[in-house]
């Protein structure tokens, strides 16, 4: 593969401009990342609390388990940011992959310094969602339990649909069925619900002193049956060690907890993160030819003017190698094979709005990985598919419906990064959220909803004044309507706002994303080969 030039000047004032702006956007990204670690509303005290009942703090437990020295890779750290009268950093659980022994594991660990770990709607949602990302790519899940279970106030918002409460109960039972294992940790409460995080679980250890387990507290207890009794004599480590049987094993203290843990874990015959199937082609990593940083000076401040995606694939594979697919035609959509890590990826990149030309490459390069099995990694920068008539006539709805088909019928892991604009029916194409890529993260100078402000603001006043209620709008109304849209879409189309709600897997810092990347594919590197998908029938 040719090595790309590069047109980048960091010696030129946009660049250093484009450089000073794009910093400010990382460091506002750190202080709300460290918000989410020890911030929110009264936090100080319920993070005193839990250190002087010896309990440790959250991430420091998933270190404990961790191999020393190996990366952590955090998921939606920020999390309800923004939601919850801001009470709920992170949405009080903490979930992510590690390594232990050289095995990659998906952890969810309930932060007890927060609503008591009580699970929030959110909460759910990133519960959920880790265990559909050990699912997919073949992970046994680490529970660290510590939590009040469902934030009561919020019932119906966790408790009775699809993917709520149960949905993680129904998840991590057929995970152990398919060989996945399923282990806890108990490190504080688990009632009603909550209990069945661990009863569901392959093996269990208890910390004496400070993990319960009961389908009803003492309250609960004495209100039915008038029993009076104390919280470890109900359900503490020794009654579920020695008694019940519920648990499996009976740990002094958290960090014989974890010593415990590693060992159950060399016991679950599982294969290790470098253990790759031969499937994916492999060469040993060589690190892009650019620095990463530059990608900082290269993303315009001003988002009106774009930049080139070459100038990013370049500071993100390998050798900042690429073998670029039908460069001379459909130039909005940047195709082609590079390596990340050593793993061969088909890349997709927008370079501004999708034409029928685009897609169709597109559609094309996706068939072509789609045959080679090769995995597919998405940059999204687009305000979404080019309208006007000369578009329409060109048939640019059947053409981008031929991307977006091709792109939800693709069995191979797909991969997603908002690098810029993620707009419109853009999203879809380039394997938004409902698409289903395996991971999907978000630089914060992205930006998702359907359309731009302006356009939004443009579009409903239009609409209004061709509707029932247009001759009666008045001037005031008409300035109403556009300033409450413009201010509706500037703040949805945040990526703190999206990240709060899960509509990714994490904001990231851009130069960390092909570390990320490259402990994404080595995931689905471990596993068989992904069987492929069905013939499809494109609309000519
Ligand atoms: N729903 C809503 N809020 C809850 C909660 C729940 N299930 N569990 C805890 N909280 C909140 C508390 O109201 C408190 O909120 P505040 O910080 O705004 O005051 C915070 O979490 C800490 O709770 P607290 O009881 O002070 O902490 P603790 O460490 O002494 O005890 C628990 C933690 C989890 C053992 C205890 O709160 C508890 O038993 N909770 C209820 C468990 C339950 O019955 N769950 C039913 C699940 S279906």
Redesign the pocket.
Known sequence: MNRLTTAINPASPTFADNRAAYLDLVATLRERQQWAIDGGE?RQK?IDRHHSRGKIMVRDRIDLVTDANTPFLEFSTLSAWGQYED?APGAGIVTGVGLVHGVPWVFIAND?TV????LLPTSIKKHVRAQEIAEENSLGVIYLVD???????RQDEIFPDKDHFGGGFYRQARMSAMGLPQLSVVL??C????AYVPALSDEVIMVEGIGRIFLG?PPIVKAALGEIIDADELGGAVKHTRVSGVSDYLAQNEREAYGKLREICETTNQRRVDQRQDWLDWTEPEAPAYPADDIYGIISADDRIPYDATEIIARLVDGSRFATFKPEWGESIVTGFARIHGHLVGVIANNGIIFSESALKATHFIELCEQRRVPLLFLQNTSGYMVGSESEAGGIAKNGAKMVAAVANATVPKYTVLIGGSYGAGNYGMCGRGFNPRFLFAWPNSRIATMAADTAETVLVDIRMGGMLGAETSDEELAEIRSSIRGQYETQSDPYYATSRLWDDGLIDPVDTRDALGLCLSLAARQPKPAAGPGLVYRM
Do not use: Q, V
């Open positions: 009264r319920s009470e007890a609503k008591g770990g009580s939590s009040g279970g469902a934030f009561l106030p504080g409460g009632t009603a619900g909550g507290g």
